[in-house]
């Protein structure tokens, strides 16, 4: 039967060029917005988070923007190259330790 | 640093049998995680440890899953009987929760196949 991994959405992306990576949360009371990465055969591996209180935190190519309003979270990856290519989750951290995971998306890469 | 250590990576069952993961969390890493990863989804917390009492075991069936932390260090989860919608990947993280974000260290998970 079909995958349920091909429902996963999919972002396809030229290597060099910029990705935006969108997650809409539900909880107004996360204290933490955090983006992972999750490789092929392996657990997901922590990219960059942003606590509630801010609107924009930059790392090293990436760019977490968190928009309150309207509940949306979205990871920006400059210049994306092939080792980019991954399932992104972001999580929303509640209460200390508490996480909890949305769907993901696929980027791939294009040489 | 060997990272969160988690084995087997892969388990092929029929239903109705039994199966053991096993987790070593990293050092001095207090909080455990199982989740469970089904395809195409995102990881879903089975159960929390803090040392090694289960602090969060809401969402662990507790039918035919259970989990164990002794020692409050390595942790056991059992599925017994596994069924074919046990199939999925089974993931263990840990965390140490300073000021900042609770950023979870995940192994590799352990991928179990119900036949």
């Known amino acids: 039967g079909e995958s349920v991994g091909l429902h996963l959405p999919t972002l396809s992306v030229q290597e060099g060029d910029n990705s935006i990576i969108n997650c809409a949360y539900s909880n107004s009371a996360s204290d933490y917005f955090i983006w992972y990465k999750q490789e092929s055969g392996k657990g997901p591996q922590f990219i960059i988070d942003i606590r509630s209180n801010m609107d924009k935190r930059q790392g090293q190519r990436v760019t977490v923007l968190l928009n309150k309003t309207v509940k949306h979270l979205s990871l920006q990856i400059a210049a994306t190259q092939p080792g980019d290519s991954a399932v992104y989750f972001c999580a929303e951290n509640t209460g200390g330790f508490k996480t909890i995971f949305g769907a993901g998306t696929r980027l791939f890469v294009k040489a | 640093e060997a990272g969160v250590v988690q084995s087997p990576r892969y388990k092929i069952i029929e239903k109705k049998q039994p199966v053991a993961f096993w987790c070593n969390p990293i050092?001095?890493?207090?909080?455990l995680y199982w989740y469970r990863q089904n395809l195409g989804q995102g990881p879903e917390l089975l159960i929390r440890?803090?040392?090694?009492?289960?602090?969060?075991d809401s969402q662990l069936p507790k039918d035919r899953f259970s989990a164990e932390r002794l020692k409050g260090v390595d942790s056991t989860l059992k599925i017994q009987p596994a069924e074919l919608g046990d199939s999925a990947v089974y993931l263990c993280?840990?965390?140490?929760?300073?000021?900042?974000?609770?950023?979870?260290?995940f192994g590799a998970g352990s991928r179990l196949t119900v036949l």
């Open positions: 440890y803090e040392n090694e009492e289960a602090v969060d």
């Open positions: 050092s001095g890493h207090n909080t």
């Open positions: 993280a840990s965390s140490f929760k300073g000021s900042g974000a609770n950023v979870l260290t």
